[in-house]
């Protein structure tokens, strides 16, 4: 009789949650049926003015999961890290002697929720979507990849996998990045579908019409979803319009080329560009640009290596900074690197100042004094949602000053990767869950379900699904 019970208790699913309840990124969530687990995602939290690491400080490359523990940035969790990492946390179960079947799923590889993969025992597979993992491969490749050395699984689009007994489909959907997916997460209780990041006004919004019917189709009880647009305006449920075709003043990714056109149109000498590297839509955005405005896209070497696997038939040429001259002179430029100058035409500031107006010109961040080298006058340095992306992150006025000294025009012509809330909204009520779990948000208390239940989780506290109920334990 005792058995009985005992077994009785397991039939059922527990979802616990160790990040992203209220911030954007660093989403952990585990679910585990028996002896099955799947957690998603594993990326740290997006806060450039609390984050530890402030791009001086060196991480320790020998004792990253140590280090991480300590500062909080990464969750205690059984059975994820190896034995020899978790040294000094005797109270974490290492990954070798939990008897569990867990793998690790990565709803698409922005740093919020990749950033800490590389931490995850090697045993412990972690599954990207093959366009994610082809990616991040080359991003890894130009030191663009998340610390830590292990290997990574690809699974696909609409494609079922088992973890035990737990069965997973990931589901295409638009962000800004490639590769994004939802995931459908079946266990023997109910079925949890988790979104990802995603939004409609993307280059390709009928990827999220289809997911609503593919997760309709599959069926689900609890709806897990990103809420990074969610403001802090007190909003009437019924005052939020659920449509996907208002657009407010937003842009869309398609309208950005025009915006951009209109910007260097209006210039008369350089154009200058700073995108985030991973946002292939907006490269590709960058490039009808450039040919619309018959300027010539110059692109960093980073950016180039990418440029030339996902659109190797677009022409554009290489910026030669006095670092890769450098590292010419020395013979200690990289194999990827050395490849992507040779394939293509290379320009230095001394050619591109014989004619600032002839060029449109990358230049990130980091590489913001070469534009001391640029004849700016009557230029344009074009903020497209690279980094720093505003004033919450400290380098943002470092940025605008150092333009602002060098005397060039700074304007934003971006949009962001996320939907805004009249499509959240859209989104929620065309799924129509029972359990609505909103995260991924600073007010994920926002959005609220038509119908079903909306449901704030706390961290520390188990919620079972057991016959497609919900409840707190
Ligand atoms: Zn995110
Ligand atoms: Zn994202």
Redesign the pocket.
Not at 145 to 163: A, E, H, I, T
Not at 442 to 454: A, C, D, S, V
């Given at each position: 009789m005792d058995g009985v019970i005992w077994v009785a208790t397991l039939e059922r699913t527990n979802i616990r949650f160790f990040g992203g309840l209220r911030t954007?990124?660093g989403?952990i969530v585990t679910v585990e049926y028996k002896d099955s687990r799947v957690v998603f995602d594993f990326?740290l939290k997006?806060d450039p003015a609390n984050n530890f690491f402030d791009g001086k400080l060196q991480l320790r490359t020998t004792s990253i999961v140590q280090d991480y523990l300590r500062l909080g940035m990464i969750p205690k969790i059984d059975g994820l890290y190896s034995e020899k990492d978790l040294a000094g946390n005797e109270g974490v179960i290492p990954a070798e002697l939990d008897k569990r079947q867990t793998a690790v799923i990565i709803s698409h590889i922005?740093l919020?929720?990749i950033g800490a993969m590389g931490t995850i025992a090697p045993e412990i597979p972690v599954y990207l979507t093959s366009d994610s993992l082809k990616l991040y491969h080359a991003l890894d490749t130009i030191g663009e990849g998340v610390p830590g050395n292990r290997d990574y699984q690809n699974c696909d689009y609409d494609q079922s996998f088992s973890v035990g007994e737990i069965i997973v489909t990931p589901i295409q959907v638009d962000h800004d990045i490639l590769g994004a997916c939802a995931f459908h997460i079946e266990t023997p209780e109910g079925s949890i579908f988790y979104t990802g990041?995603l939004r409609l006004h993307g280059n390709y919004p009928e990827r999220i019409e289809q997911m609503i019917q593919k997760a309709k189709e599959c069926g689900f009880d609890v709806l897990i979803m990103?809420g990074?647009t969610l403001n802090s305006v007190e909003v009437q449920r019924d005052s939020m319009v659920s449509t996907n075709k208002i657009f407010e003043d937003l842009l869309t990714e398609a309208q950005l080329p025009r915006k951009m056109v209109e910007a260097l149109e209006e210039a008369k000498g350089v154009g200058c560009f700073n995108i985030y590297n991973r946002n292939l839509d907006r490269i590709e955005g960058i490039l009808t640009a450039g040919k619309s405005s018959k300027r010539i896209v110059v692109f960093e070497p980073e950016l180039a290596y990418l440029a030339s696997l996902f659109m190797p038939e677009s022409e554009f040429a290489v910026y030669l900074s006095s670092q890769t001259k450098e590292e010419m002179k020395n013979d200690s430029l990289l194999e990827w690197k050395k490849a992507v100058l040779e394939r293509y035409e290379t320009l230095d500031a001394v050619q591109i100042n014989e004619d600032p107006s002839r060029y449109f010109v990358q230049n990130s961040y980091e590489q913001t004094m070469e534009m001391f080298d640029l004849h700016v006058e009557n230029g344009v340095y074009i903020h497209s949602n690279g980094v720093p992306l505003g004033d919450f992150d400290p380098s943002y006025q470092n940025l605008k000053n150092f333009l602002k000294r060098i005397g060039i025009n700074h304007v934003l012509v971006g949009t962001s990767g996320h939907a805004i809330p009249n499509h959240l909204q859209y989104i929620v009520d065309e799924l129509d869950p029972d359990f609505l779990i909103p995260l991924?948000s600073f007010h994920p208390e926002r959005l609220i379900p038509r119908r079903g239940k909306q449901v704030l989780p706390e961290y520390g506290v188990t919620y079972v699904l057991k016959n497609h109920e919900l409840t707190k334990q």
């Amino acid at each position: 009789m005792d058995g009985v019970i005992w077994v009785a208790t397991l039939e059922r699913t527990n979802i616990r949650f160790f990040g992203g309840l209220r911030t954007i990124g660093g989403t952990i969530v585990t679910v585990e049926y028996k002896d099955s687990r799947v957690v998603f995602d594993f990326g740290l939290k997006y806060d450039p003015a609390n984050n530890f690491f402030d791009g001086k400080l060196q991480l320790r490359t020998t004792s990253i999961v140590q280090d991480y523990l300590r500062l909080g940035m990464i969750p205690k969790i059984d059975g994820l890290y190896s034995e020899k990492d978790l040294a000094g946390n005797e109270g974490v179960i290492p990954a070798e002697l939990d008897k569990r079947q867990t793998a690790v799923i990565i709803s698409h590889i922005h740093l919020d929720h990749i950033g800490a993969m590389g931490t995850i025992a090697p045993e412990i597979p972690v599954y990207l979507t093959s366009d994610s993992l082809k990616l991040y491969h080359a991003l890894d490749t130009i030191g663009e990849g998340v610390p830590g050395n292990r290997d990574y699984q690809n699974c696909d689009y609409d494609q079922s996998f088992s973890v035990g007994e737990i069965i997973v489909t990931p589901i295409q959907v638009d962000h800004d990045i490639l590769g994004a997916c939802a995931f459908h997460i079946e266990t023997p209780e109910g079925s949890i579908f988790y979104t990802g990041d995603l939004r409609l006004h993307g280059n390709y919004p009928e990827r999220i019409e289809q997911m609503i019917q593919k997760a309709k189709e599959c069926g689900f009880d609890v709806l897990i979803m990103e809420g990074t647009t969610l403001n802090s305006v007190e909003v009437q449920r019924d005052s939020m319009v659920s449509t996907n075709k208002i657009f407010e003043d937003l842009l869309t990714e398609a309208q950005l080329p025009r915006k951009m056109v209109e910007a260097l149109e209006e210039a008369k000498g350089v154009g200058c560009f700073n995108i985030y590297n991973r946002n292939l839509d907006r490269i590709e955005g960058i490039l009808t640009a450039g040919k619309s405005s018959k300027r010539i896209v110059v692109f960093e070497p980073e950016l180039a290596y990418l440029a030339s696997l996902f659109m190797p038939e677009s022409e554009f040429a290489v910026y030669l900074s006095s670092q890769t001259k450098e590292e010419m002179k020395n013979d200690s430029l990289l194999e990827w690197k050395k490849a992507v100058l040779e394939r293509y035409e290379t320009l230095d500031a001394v050619q591109i100042n014989e004619d600032p107006s002839r060029y449109f010109v990358q230049n990130s961040y980091e590489q913001t004094m070469e534009m001391f080298d640029l004849h700016v006058e009557n230029g344009v340095y074009i903020h497209s949602n690279g980094v720093p992306l505003g004033d919450f992150d400290p380098s943002y006025q470092n940025l605008k000053n150092f333009l602002k000294r060098i005397g060039i025009n700074h304007v934003l012509v971006g949009t962001s990767g996320h939907a805004i809330p009249n499509h959240l909204q859209y989104i929620v009520d065309e799924l129509d869950p029972d359990f609505l779990i909103p995260l991924h948000s600073f007010h994920p208390e926002r959005l609220i379900p038509r119908r079903g239940k909306q449901v704030l989780p706390e961290y520390g506290v188990t919620y079972v699904l057991k016959n497609h109920e919900l409840t707190k334990q």
